[in-house]
């Protein structure tokens, strides 16, 4: 539940861009970490000194991409955005880690916020983690709460030197980026389609009240992959139709791809959650049906037994003049008529297929 | 349930621009207080008598800041309305506090009217007041139906100077007071959140009636919320891309960051919404659940009985011959199998999951 | 159900332009009567021969309101269409009676069709009346089905001179109208409100079906008054933003204020809605619990004394050796077994709150 | 069923613009008839040999109306077509009568299909007929799938010379044979809401299964009517708004009418298909309700019985000492006791209102 | 499952354009053959080594149509993308087999992609296969994961050359299999029609849990046909209204008359989809009937019998003095009673219609 909103009331009154972090710290020791390339050289380090370091970090005409991780340390932050000229309601946003997905355009840099979902083995809990992106003309800067090795492959293509990275811009980094968190959705939405499928096998086998939740966890958890998805798609297409400077036309194609992953990704949120409803649906059908069939053999069994009841009744009677009760095959043609209707009326119930 | 349509019929018939104030007095007296404000200096003071004082309040250029507190005594608010040339209508929406909230422009000034939100403690009811804004050349008017403190951080923030309170104009102030309302929803909606999680909790423990009923009222609450966040957002969103030389570019940003934050409100009150959905349809289930659970142990309980009743019916029979009762272990044996009978079918049911 | 569709089959084939009155007859005498005002004179008297009058009714440089009670009479209807030119369709609408609220702009004149409505006391049935207004240059004509009293606010205003009402024009006249309408579909939807109160405090009372059946009926009364207050706000808006010389800019704003209205009508009936499915899901849920009580209840006493008359059948059997038969205290002991199972069962049931 | 999809499969493969016809054969003789009309001739005739006639038919400058009654003679139909310069789609399309209403501009002239509806009577069944209409120059083209009455009136009105029928163009043709189809939809809904009461009425009185099948067959057709007149509303709106020379100014009032009156429809439609809803939950609460009140009094009946039964069972015991059986008015004693348990039993669920 | 998410995280990481096949290979030997034709002649061949024949492919005025079957070997899709100047995320999502249908223009060609759909006889199961399209200057390139006989009827009319399709451009030629795609969903569509209706007969004659789960597999099957034909029918739209120099006037009309056959595909889909929940309604309905009236005619055979054996409890009483038990024609008295009482209480329930 804290995932709705996520004491934003810490921040109530307080003045338009104060910095407080809200949200959970992840990490103990905030990281800036520096990759900095061109088509020629590559060169990694970690900052130490915004103040001091900031005019190479800004100036350098390779691209610089600053990655930071952890966002407790609220002064180096400050110290980073004054060096970048950042919009103090742009670090707000940074901080408060319960932003809704969104690119915003400030003339020299745009400004990215969206979600990186991650999901626990054999749960269908999703945890999200914020991550903000900078795109200036030289430079990107990525915010991440915590250490996530979900960048790696990026950094990896940067270090080989294979394929295009290198050849491009600071937006084509922005472009990877993103394609590597969109591609991480599709990893999670595999394993949460894999969790459904396994509910849906419970549900037929063992319809416990238990299975219910865990579908209801899921339908949940996926309005909440809903709800991350769907912005990010309308951030990615306003950065792919923009018409600035800071993302070039032959970037836009590649922005254009991801934004029709971020549809896949829609289209399989809307199957699963189609999927989860008909699950809920069997759930309550094969409840229902297990009643109705407990109630109408025991209630068979009942209806049986009263009418045979009712003649050992009776012949249980004292009347004086009963001539049935002194003839000698009395007894035996009794049981013999009992039987005869109890089992003329289980045959007249199973022809009708009331069982 | 007043809330829907505040006895507007008051008013059927009365020509427009008729000062009439509409919905409960909740003020004994009204206050219009000033504070009057630039880089420089701050100047706090109560206004005594509107006429005399108009010329003052309207034409000095720092910016005035006007709130009235109490909407009772049309007659000052008519002064106050000829002194800065409101339109009549205007006076009348201030008055009739059922407003949907809205952005009107009337080129000298707009005028803007939204919900303040409170939440009883423990409750799940949540109350409204009215608030009506004028954004003029140098002045902001804030009407407010009764003495809230939502506003005071702003004064403090103009009387400390610090931030760009005092550096900016009528507009960044206008900003102010949207913003520290927008805030108030998150703290509002939050208790609400908390209520609800209650609400699921008690709802798994003791499905009463009574739970049912509160579960409908949040229900309804939110949708009041959403009634009144969603033409906010309309407001706000109109306000921040007017192109009128009321609201300065620089304030623009700003008031993009409160949509965004009505926009997290709106997502907060969906899923609220959602939740409510799933604990309704919890309430349902484990009330369904409850029952089939008693009928079912119930009915086995008389299905196991009924063909036991049946044999010792038999053998209370009247018959002259029936060989079983001469019998010296004709009783013990009739105990035996009736209590064959009984085990055999319950560890039957049991088997079958039935219990 | 003659809502839906007021015989139209009636005019089926007949040309475009035919003038039959579809709808019921709701008076005897049709009556036109004129009111004839400008800033200084106001002049009220009937129509006896419209052709004669017609030059002065048109050409007169005065505000001519010229109000119609009844639409059975063709003819007279026929010659006021042809004295102020209006096109045979705008006629032919006039009369029939069914017509869906719309603005339609004929150049020379604008025509605006809409249902006023009117509630029964102590009914939740809405009756609706349709009335058309033709806007002209120095003119004004209303058509009503019946002689109602809901314009004579207007009318009073008019006579005493007071507000902006003689000093404007036609327009403000039919702005004048559409607010009296809209003020009266307040007021209905307030009795309709107070139904839905009562009626919601009579399903946790006593849930008939009958209560049931008036739930129903005030749900498609909503519907109707959503669908008639629907297209209304609609015309109006687009009458506020028309740039026709026969709407002028000052009148605008007043309309813009009725369209607020429209939208607050709106808002009503939607939560006016939401509470009606509110109650029917009370409705459903009180019914269903009642039931599952009764069962319960039912199912619990046989439960108990299922075993019991089995214990008693025990002892009537007829076993020639039965030791516990001969016991002295045989009888009081079967006694003391029996109350203590009995008693041990509803002990049982109580604690896991089966009822 | 087939109306969904009317084997269309027959045509897979096919080049486009092979004429095969689509849909039942419903008349035994293709009949094409002429009326050629201005404002001071009619001439009526039929069309024996197209290749023939071309010239004449085309070029004369009077309006020439050309009805073809019947499908399945394709011959002729390409000839017909080859004479106008029909577009072989256009052909191709009047020939698939599971077209979805349409209007299509090529230029030279507009193609317009869209169903006429029929309805059984007492039925809930209706029944379609395509139309296509092309409208030319100085000619209208109208095909139908068999030889229907219902465009009689329009020829009457052209033979009459009565109203604007025979002073204005082709395209007031067009008006009045939409007008027609308009009216005629009317009818059908009169009939069908008529069928709908009915069911109503039945529901309440024996709720069977045979009239939820009815309900849901009427369901289903609204479905259709609404399915086919959405379409012909965007065409007659798409028709009315066209700045082609094809359409006059003066007829565009017209289509407008046409247009509202398509709306008129749909309102009636959707309040049908909500009546038709509410009919359905009648069923089901009334067929619950009737349960219900079953079950409630034979669990009642079996409740009062069970207890009484345990106590004959009690008396019925062979204990040798049971002072009771001694008494004098033992017997009589018992049955007041029973009575009175089963009177009281009785009260006591009446005071609760169980039944 | 599968079709939701093909294992897309094969791909996680791997740098954009990366050719990689996902889905299923479906085809041993992948197929590259061409058709060439103008008016005047047609030329078949198989293309053995791309990169020598590529200047024939290319550069030849005629129309060149290139079919891929078969997307398992990457290499040779890459010379063929090198040949013709493809982009490589163009190649990507020819390979990536789970593409949602678009149609995105490189300026020197158009690529579209669209699922083709099959359907096993008997079976409610819809498999799709994905089919891109590559439209260039003087060339149509197919890309197919299997040997489909589909495109067979188009290969057949170039042959013979009736029709337009020599006479035409690629542009033509890329409509006739987008004809033939889209008739192909009619194919099926029917195919699906007939399951449905069959599913609705056994729903009415044995309403079993297995026909439950054949209606849930029908209806995510017409999810998946909607999901695959709108944004088809968006493709093709967009296909047609395209102002490009590849889409040639005369071949818009054509595709303007797929557009309209993609409707009426999602018309049929619409009412599939109604009709399947009607039949999930009508299957819930039956079940609860079926159940409703065996439960009320069980618990009217208990209700009957249980005051009978009360009778026959009260005269097993030991009591002394009970004189009933001494007269004569006791024993058929009470036989006459317990009948009486028997056939009253089921004629009373049968005029009560309980059964």
Redesign the interface.
Known sequence: ?AR??M???K???????TLVHIGQKKLDVQRISVVDYDESTVDEYEVEDIQRQCVTLKEKPTVTWINVDGLHETEKLKALGDCFGL?P?VL??ILNT???P?M?DYGDYLYLVFKMIHCKAESSVVLQEQISLILGDTFVISFQEQEEKVFE?VRE?IRSG????RKMGPDYLV??LL??TV??Y??V??KL?EN??VLADRVLKIPE?KT?GEI?IS??EM?FVH?WIWPLREAISALSKRDSKLVKESTG??L??VY?HT??IM??VD??R??LS?TL??Y????S?K??Q???V??????I??????L???????????P?????G??PL?WAV?IGVGVSMLIAFKR?K?F
Do not use: C
């Open positions: 539940m709705a909103l004491n934003r009331s921040k109530a009154g307080l003045p338009p861009g919009h309601l707000e946003d319960d932003q809704r969104k915003e492959p293509r294979k394929g295009l990275m472009y990877a394609d590597v591609d991480n599709f990893s939405l595999e389609g459904i499928e009240p219910l209801q339908k949940r309005l709800r194609i590649y254009r791809d029709d549809l896949q289209d399989a199957l699963y189609e999927m008909e649906d069997l309550v059908s094969t409840v049906n009643l109705n407990v109630m109408t025991l209630t068979i069994i009942a209806t037994f009263i009418p045979l009841t009712f050992a009744g009776v012949y249980g009677m004292n009347f004086k003049y009963m049935e009760l002194e003839w000698r009395g007894y009794i009992m009708k009331w």
